[in-house]
């Protein structure tokens, strides 16, 4: 009776130092816990802690409470999977789960189960590999009597993600019309998108819309435009998509979703459809504007050749109070560049590495190229390049040298095309562009060169290749 006392009082302790994680340190509640000595006779009180921990990014000490615990039943396993799987870590859920299946630590009552499977899915999801989700489907198939939705989902999610969209069909045509929500319509509208097809997609979208009881939410609505965005979409089909965005709901005066604005001026944008883009940005209202919608305003403008009109937002944005961020700076750069503003995108990029604390990507430093190309300033952009702190990739080298090409200054392409053949000696590409610019500058005698030396490389490669030898491991041999 006094065991059974104790335990009740240690469970109460226990959930009332839970039910407080969210006003306390993990860790100041964590060593209360093992003062008062309830830490390990409550293991709902060590999963919290664990998701507590997990949750602010360490990782590892959720790992070391969960190795102290000693005991383990199939949540706390759990919540350690899904610890590693959220932070990040999706081959250490894979080992985790694993280490369960094995018993580890948990004896033969904890083995992986439907929650676990659902996990697993979603980290082999990000790990984009087809083999490891493949193996825990074929565990699952062995060892748990029935997937629930939410494992089905997750499993035609996996398949998408990891490039198996006939596996991915097959699992949503498992769950059963009756029985879809609209995760799984999201799951299957996204795995069309994500494998190359688009306009499949749309059709699923539009399925999806004509069942009745599946309510078409916002995770779905999102994965319809950025389908209809990859399709370069006529206007008349991105009209349809904002149309559904409309019916249901997510466009209201006051309530719009800004998430799903962001996506249609991003939409439009692409289809040349700058006009709607501006239309919904305006009809946003300045409340629910984030600094998404700035940026794809900006860029829908800057690639459509409106670039004044870029800047102008791009500085708007600026006296509103919001921080730009990468992206929003390679818009505005870009703007610069499609109008010939070198001071403006100098302005710009020193204002992105000084004042915003931006390191610079290789995009950001390629439109600076094209910016100083486009206004033929060949030399300051040859030493802009040289001066980067990073390397520049082969697709620069090849951008200055086409603008040396297109400005007549043969001797500059020559020392471009110098630096480009070095990174990439056995790209034929290159020995082609060089031979082009000798050709232009006919210097005949340097044309020959060139084209021998691609010759010798070429037998070099097929030599090498056919030389090769290959191996498959077929049940250990």
Known sequence: MTHKRHAATGLRTGGTILHALSAASA???????????????????CSGLLKTYASSGRIAAARQLFDEAPRRNVPLWNTLVSAYARCGHPR?????????AR????GAGARPNVVTVAILMSACAKLRRPAPGREVHGYAARNVAALDLHALNALVHMYG??????????????IGAGARNAVSWTAMIDACRENGRPAEALGVFEEMRRLAGAEVDEAALLAAVSACASLDCA?????????CAAESGFLRRGTTSARVANALIHMHG??????????????MGAARRTVVSWTAMVQALATNGHAVAALVRFAQMLREGFVPDEVAFLSAIGACACAGLVSEGRRL?????????????????????????????LADAFEFVLAMPVAPDPVIWRALAGACRDHGDAGLARRVMDHVIAMEPHHAG?????????AADEDWGRVVDVRLEMGARKATISRTASGAVSSVQVNGE
Request: with cysteine; glycine share 12%; aromatic share 6%.
């Open 161 to 174: 993600r990891c490039g198996r969209l006939r596996d991915a069909r097959t699992a949503f045509a498992g």
């Open 235 to 243: 206007a008349g089909l991105g009209d349809w998509v904002e149309a």
């Open 430 to 438: 290159n020995y082609l562009l060089a031979s082009n610019l000798c």
């Open 270 to 283: 692409k289809a040349g459809q700058v006009e709607r883009s501006c239309a919904i940005f305006d009809s």
């Open 103 to 106: 018993g580890g630590g948990g």
């Open 27 to 45: 860790a100041h509640l964590h060593a209360h816990a093992l003062k008062v000595g309830v830490l390990f006779t409550c293991l709902h009180l």
């Open 349 to 377: 990029f020193e204002s992105m590495v000084e004042e915003h604390r931006i390191a610079p990507q290789m995009e950001h430093y390629g439109s600076m190229v094209e910016l100083l190309c486009r206004a033929g300033s």
């Open 92 to 100: 250490s859920a894979l080992a985790a789960a694993s280490a369960m």
